[in-house]
């Protein structure tokens, strides 16, 4: 909900402009949030940073479509106030097909008005439908609800992601409330003189090829979540958290919000 509130603008954009002060350079936001708001606030952000930013957008699934694909992006490209986007993905499952999806995220790739292109909120059966689309292989990244409390991508889509070398984005890194309030959440943080919030988003980040996408609104957030990157955990660390929060041991369906 980042951009919504008029009353909040001025903190958001600090927050954004010390995220990218600290070296936290991907920025992802979409054309769904706020209607187009929160593209407008971080073009704000990034006018005269461009260069410093890895700029991640997405596109509505009933926007994706062959005739429809390259207006919305050059409509998320206004708002953002730039020429290109690093990587731009699809929100979730369209109901247009994938090859005609995969073929619009190309074209765009070829005029210059993209870099590259993923997915979000696709399941390992539907990435692997993707894969054997003509185009297909360029998928860069599939974003996905990730945290300790969400653990089931380490089954199948995390593996397979790794075997390609693609990198996954965990959206939600620090799950909700109650699994940071879990007692050995606490207990890990107090290992690390930390909070329980930057112990998920290490956990997170733990995982290879895991990029995390925490929101953050704040400055004290930003600097917060710039901290957890130097968190270490150790093996006594990960076994408390896998006993509070055990791996999958079998597939699961994906989790979506």
């Not at 979409?30 to 890895?54: H, N, T, W």
């Not at 479509?65 to 409509?75: A, F, I, Q, S």
């Not at 979730?92 to 997915?119: K, Y």
């Not at 733990?206 to 930003?222: D, E, F, L, N, T």
Request: proline share 5%; glycine share 8%.
């Amino acid at each position: 909900m980042i951009g919504d509130d008029p009353k909040a603008r001025d903190a958001e954009q600090a927050a954004l402009s010390r995220g990218i002060d600290l070296g936290l350079t991907l920025i992802d936001t979409a054309e769904l949030y706020g209607d187009g708001r929160s593209e407008r606030l971080v073009g704000e952000v990034i006018k005269g940073r461009r260069d410093e930013v890895f700029l991640v957008s997405k596109i509505k699934p009933d926007n994706a479509g062959e005739m429809t694909m390259m207006l919305h992006c050059e409509k998320s490209l206004e708002r953002l106030g730039v020429d290109r986007i690093d990587l731009y993905l699809l929100h979730w499952q369209s109901r247009h097909p994938l090859d005609e999806i995969v073929a619009g995220f190309e074209e765009l790739v070829d005029e210059g008005m993209i870099a590259r292109w993923g997915v979000s909120n696709l399941d390992i059966r539907t990435m692997r439908k993707l894969e054997e689309i003509e185009g297909g292989e360029n998928c860069a990244t599939d974003q996905v609800l990730y945290h300790l409390g969400s653990r089931g991508i380490e089954y199948d889509l995390a593996p397979w992601a790794e075997e390609r070398s693609m990198p996954l984005m965990a959206y939600s890194p620090l799950g909700r409330g109650d699994i940071l309030n879990h007692p050995a959440m606490q207990a890990v943080a107090d290992r690390h003189d930390a909070s329980p919030a930057q112990i998920a988003l290490a956990a997170v980040l733990r995982q290879p090829g895991m990029i995390a996408i925490p929101k953050a609104s704040s400055i004290a957030h930003v600097e917060a979540n710039a901290a957890a990157i130097d968190i270490q955990l150790d093996a006594e660390d990960v076994a408390a958290l896998d006993r509070a929060f055990p791996p999958p041991t079998t597939s699961q369906a994906l989790d979506i919000i």
